[in-house]
């Protein structure tokens, strides 16, 4: 779980700058200090992708906090679909999961059974299943 909290505070950390970037920037559009017609939209733009990164990012880790210090798990069976690049995440019948990139010793087409919290769906565990199962 080391890695949950890890990336969980990378993550806040990404979220804290993209706020403090809106206030900045709004604040010198309000001091009129923008000189370039195009600086005036630098604050409706972060304040987009800071609400894109919070609903896709923050948010559901912040909410699986509970989970991880209750031991509250799901658990998934399916087929591996794709494994990314770095290993950081896998799809399995459409849905994304993510999982520390040490462990993830998984390939497409393996049939495993995950799990996972529930509404960030980091990997807490990764079990391959015998084909004939």
């Not at 970037?21 to 409706?44: E, W």
């Not at 399995?92 to 393996?110: A, Q």
């Not at 059974?113 to 004939?132: F, G, L, W």
Request: glycine share 4%.
């Amino acid at each position: 779980m080391r890695y949950f909290l890890l990336n969980l505070a990378i993550i806040m950390s990404i979220s804290i700058v993209l706020i403090i970037l809106v206030c900045i920037t709004s604040q010198r559009n309000k001091n009129r200090k923008t000189k370039h017609v195009v600086s005036y939209f630098f604050p409706v733009i972060l304040a987009l992708i800071c609400l894109i990164w919070s609903v896709n990012l923050t948010v559901p880790r912040l909410r699986d906090i509970t989970g991880v210090i209750n031991d509250n798990y799901y658990t998934n069976t399916g087929k591996v679909e794709f494994v990314s690049v770095f290993k950081n995440y896998f799809i399995m019948d459409g849905v994304t999961y993510y999982m520390n990139p040490r462990r993830n010793d998984i390939e497409e087409g393996d049939i495993i059974r995950v799990r996972h919290t529930r509404y960030s769906r980091y990997t807490v565990q990764v079990i391959k299943m015998d084909q004939a199962e």
